[in-house]
């Protein structure tokens, strides 16, 4: 049996791309809002975090 088969079993298989590809463009537009809002000093200090004070 081909794995097309179980999916068509699946009753309202359907609507599992719709809400995954929603809960993406959410978590996308949220996360794209907070990098605009951040503090730019949290965000120039986490930058320099894997290189310490050695430069």
Excluded: C
């Amino acid at each position: 049996m081909k794995f097309i088969n179980y999916l068509q079993s699946i009753t309202g298989v359907g609507i599992f791309p719709l809400v995954s590809l929603v809960i993406f463009f959410l978590f996308f537009s949220a996360l794209s809002l907070w990098a605009f809002r951040a503090d730019k000093g949290y965000i120039r200090t986490m930058k320099q975090i894997p290189f310490g004070e050695q430069e």
